[in-house]
RNA sequence: GGGAGCAUAGCUCAGUUGGUUUAGAGCAUCUGCCUUACAAGCAGAGGGUCGGGGGUUCGACUCCCUCUGCUCCCACCA
């Protein structure tokens, strides 16, 4: 049968994950055996496949199927997530591009839409992880908004309500006045922007009226001077200590101000006078609380002028900007103004200016919360891969503010807050429930005249029960009741693997649920991955063009080829720069692997053949480092090192099983292969396979498949990863010296242009194992291997050592003498540099009185072998000189 | 402004409670090879004194201080 030279990721990758879906491998059910579970970090609904995902799940699905492999009940919850403001700003730019504007629907109209919207767009992500390879159980698949996630929500928020912890205030918002919406910190985008500094002249009142004296004030929003309700200074700025209990008035509207006394102000900066504006600055706002100050709000929705502004009503705040400055200044108000640079906030998804803005939200309370879901990271309950990430974990958590879970937005779960004709506000799980509470406020009341708050919960607060309720959501909102089946026996999740960057957002509030509900932490290790960035270090992101489709990726390389070549650079918690070399190496170690597997099943079996010496002795030697290996990849795996572990294995198959041991028991051209051998070689295959499949799935499916006979129905995923055995060290140190011995006859040729079709001899004086002198032979094309004990027994050649044993190979005519003492000088030099370093620790009392003993002992030997090196160099110098 | 982190070969990174040869890997580079598994390959080689300075120690890439540069988080001074 004919095999292609090069692996086609193609045709194999959609057939064998049909058979694995086809087959419910990817399925679980709650068994006797241990559970493994993670749930994904549920990607936004109507999302697409970005870097970022490709890494996460990449690395998700390498845990979950070494799992599987090591007899866990692993199971991988998909799902997705509604992502409230991103995709309600969707399908709002979807509308207006078919002259659909939002304000002109109905609420159900608008959901109807993004309904629609969703069963169009949503689960495209889905579709691609499969195409990655994710393992993930697709019976379980859950959404954030499925009617028993969304009554979950509704029953956490009816919960804490009872309980006291939420409760509706006054909050500054980020408005953006262009999409008439709030927006969240994170999707408000600072730059710096040129702007002026005006200064303003406010005069002291006398009984209402403009005295002599005034204060001059630094602003950059001269337009809200009509929002003004106080003027602040510091208390201890002797400059202005006259002033303290006067009032000022406001220019344009001769509104009278007190002039309040407070340390946010700097003394330094402006003109150490602050023109105090609560209702639309944050900071204003706060600085108002303290003083008792009347908020005036001066601006609408679309950020113009009101009528509480009294001039230059319905002008939008820009336009106001420059009219109020020439007004200013006819009436001598402005003393001056500077070029000024600030940071601006901009709508990321507008571009317009964000205003601040109050409004009134609902809050949940953090601050008790908080406590023990810092607990349990600090005391490694559950673990932060990496670790660093527990100090910003620990900063944000006793800094924690209450947490604003209502978005002004319809996509989402609305509210189940009821308001009363007369105001008064009832908190239930359904309307019928609403009424029933309402009537005890007001016995008369009926179900049309409870209006139901408009705003919804932010997706967050869906999100933070997601490793609870993807399981059992009846549980959230009654830490009483009995978990059901599934939720007793998956939770909590083994491992999280999320972004830095939602910490706080997501992962702090799933422990604080997940404490609440369950009693119990979510997940026992988050790892936390990096940003995925370009090659120049920036983020990858739609509008630098510099993210590369993951998609085509995987078409052009490979699904295993792009996870090896992500996995390859990624640390837990560095950011990685991402580059497509780094995928070509990974697809070229699949085609390494695939010709690898061409080679063996190639070789036929002679049954008259005698196993050789060399092919004893490698496979001997395998066996030994494939357990010694084996070792190493748990350890990295246990310590979440994947791509050390990772790379490992890429030597391990590349390096030592390509090079060296096939190399080896590969026969002659058209000879043929003992059996014992070949046998021993596809059960070494069979092993790296196994070690091989948590990385690159599709790939090592194919070749176990057709490796040796399967029964129907086998599958590698489902099979066992290899197990170590004890392994002697001394068997790979014989044949670590073996290889020196190989690899300095091949330098020896590369250096004086010897072809290796020209056979060599070999003498050695040491300890070259001489069982594997064929192997020697065979790798360095050696004729013969005598055995030395003098250096001046041998002529013209070239000498080389290892450790302490010393090779030569006499070349006759070939060897330019004079070259030879200068290498075996420039490596005495060596030595001696590094014999004295040796010596000078040895002979300090210190060093010998204080460091450990085995420590001693190591150098000692360091110094002895050392010195038989450089006697061995000094006596072949000495021969070669002579002739 | 506050806090955290990082700085090791051209690039991306290891270096696991300071002590196995005066630092390792992969990629890239250079040299020689189309050798019948693989040129997406084979064989060989070169390359860093661990950001600068100081300190602790018998011993520092590893611990402390300091300077420089970069990154992130928080607050963003009217």
């Not at 409230?84 to 002259?99: D, F, N, P, R, Y």
């Not at 918002?173 to 200064?199: C, F, M």
């Not at 810092?374 to 006793?398: A, D, F, S």
């Not at 002795?617 to 357990?627: R, T, V, Y």
Request: charged share 25%.
């Amino acid at each position: 049968m004919e095999i292609s030279a090069k692996y086609s990721p193609a045709e194999t990758e959609g057939k064998w994950y049909k058979y694995w879906m086809e087959k419910g491998f990817f399925h679980s059910e709650p068994d006797e055996r241990e559970p493994y579970t993670i749930v994904i970090p549920p990607p936004n609904v109507t999302g697409v496949l970005h870097m970022g995902h490709m890494l996460n799940n990449t690395i998700q699905d390498v845990l979950v199927r070494r799992a599987r492999m090591t007899g866990k009940n692993a199971c991988w919850v998909p799902g997705t997530d509604h992502a409230s403001i991103a995709t309600e700003a969707k399908v709002v730019s979807k509308l207006k591009a078919e002259g659909i504007e939002k304000e002109s629907l109905t609420r159900s109209e608008f959901l109807a839409h993004a309904w629609e919207w969703k069963e169009k767009h949503g689960g495209i992500i889905l579709e691609q992880l499969k195409k990655l390879g994710a393992s993930c159980d697709w019976e379980r698949t859950k959404f954030t908004m499925d009617q028993p996630m969304s009554q979950a929500v509704i029953n956490t928020f009816v919960y804490y309500y009872n309980k006291g912890l939420i409760y509706r205030g006054i909050r500054m918002v980020n408005w953006d006045p262009v999409g008439q919406t709030a927006v969240s910190d994170e999707e408000v985008i600072h730059r710096e922007t040129k702007s002026k500094l005006y200064y303003l002249k406010y005069y002291i009142s006398e009984n209402g009226k403009p005295g002599s004296d005034f204060v001059t004030i630094a602003t950059t929003r001269p337009e809200t001077i009509m929002a003004d309700t106080a003027i602040c200074i510091h208390p201890q700025d002797t400059r202005f200590t006259h002033l303290q209990g006067k009032k000022v008035l406001i220019p344009l509207v001769n509104r009278e101000i007190p002039i309040v006394l407070d340390e946010y102000v700097s003394m330094d900066f402006g003109t150490g006078c602050l023109k105090v504006t609560p209702a639309h600055d944050i900071n204003d706002y706060e600085i108002g609380l303290r003083h008792n100050l009347p908020v005036i709000d001066i601006l609408d929705n679309f950020a113009r002028l009101n009528d509480k502004a009294q001039i230059l009503i319905g002008e939008e705040r820009f336009a106001a900007r420059k009219k109020i400055v020439s007004m200013l200044n006819e009436q001598r108000h402005l003393v001056k103004e500077e070029d000024y640079i600030s940071q601006v906030g901009y709508s990321e998804r507008t571009d317009a200016v964000i205003e601040p803005k109050l409004s009134l939200q609902w809050f949940l309370k953090m601050d008790k919360a908080a406590i023990p879901a810092l607990e349990v990271v600090m005391n490694n309950k559950i673990k932060l891969i990496p670790e660093k990430y527990k100090n910003t974990y620990r900063h944000w958590m006793e800094n924690v503010k209450d947490w604003c879970i209502s978005r002004q937005l319809w996509w989402g779960q609305q509210i189940p807050a009821w308001y009363l004709p007369d105001g008064k506000v009832v908190v239930a799980r359904s309307p019928e429930d609403a009424l029933e509470e309402a009537r005890k406020i007001d016995p008369n009341v009926c179900i049309d005249d409870l209006k139901q708050d408009e705003d919804v919960l932010d997706t967050w607060f869906s999100s933070w029960l997601w490793p609870v309720s993807v399981f059992d959501p009846g549980k959230p909102g009654f830490p009483g009741k009995t978990p059901n089946e599934e939720l007793a026996y998956y939770y909590p999740t083994n491992d999280l693997v999320t972004a830095p960057e939602i910490l706080f957002f997501w992962v702090a509030r799933m422990i604080m649920a997940g404490g609440e509900f369950c009693s119990d932490v979510p997940f026992r290790n988050v790892y936390l991955t990096g940003i995925v960035r370009d090659k120049q270090g920036r983020k990858m992101s739609k509008s630098l063009g510099n993210s590369p489709d993951p998609v085509k990726l995987i078409e052009e390389y490979g699904a295993d080829g792009v996870r090896v070549g992500m996995l390859l650079c990624s640390s837990a918690g560095n950011d990685i720069l991402f580059d497509e070399t780094q995928v070509e190496q990974g697809r070229n170690f699949a085609n390494k692997i695939w010709n690898a597997y061409r080679l063996v099943k190639g070789w036929n079996i002679g049954e008259s053949e005698s196993q050789p010496e060399h092919s004893i002795k490698a496979i001997e030697w395998f066996d030994n480092l494939l357990s010694e290996s084996i070792e190493t990849i748990n350890d990295h795996f246990a310590k979440f090192r994947l791509s050390d572990a990772l790379m490992h294995i890429y030597k391990l198959f590349w390096d030592d099983f390509c090079a060296w041991y096939l190399e080896i028991v590969k026969p002659v051209y058209g000879g043929e292969i003992d059996k014992a051998t070949l046998e021993s070689t596809i059960l070494f295959f069979d092993k790296l396979l196994r070690l091989l499949h948590p990385f690159m799935p599709f790939l090592t499916e194919e070749l176990w498949q057709n490796l040796t006979e399967r029964e129907k129905g086998e599958s590698i995923m489902v099979s066992s990863q290899p197990d170590s055995k004890s392994f002697n060290g001394t068997v790979l140190e014989k044949f670590a010296l073996a290889k020196d011995a190989i690899a300095g006859v091949r330098n020896i040729r590369q250096s004086k242009g010897i072809s290796p079709k020209e056979s060599l001899d070999l003498h050695v004086k040491g300890n070259l194992d001489a069982g594997l002198y064929t192997t020697v032979r065979k790798m360095a094309n050696i004729g013969n291997i005598y055995l030395f004990s003098q250096s001046s027994d041998l002529v013209s050649g070239a000498s080389f050592m290892s450790g302490t044993t010393e090779f030569f190979v006499p070349l006759e005519g070939l060897t330019d003498i004079s070259e030879e003492i200068k290498k075996a000088e420039a490596e005495l030099d060596h030595l001696h540099g590094f014999l004295k370093s040796v010596n000078a620790k040895l002979g300090n009392e210190k060093f010998v009185a204080n460091a450990p003993g085995h420590v001693v002992e190591m150098e000692k030997k360091k110094q002895s072998d050392a010195q038989t090196k450089i006697s061995a160099l000094e006596k072949l110098i000495q021969d070669l000189k002579k002739q």
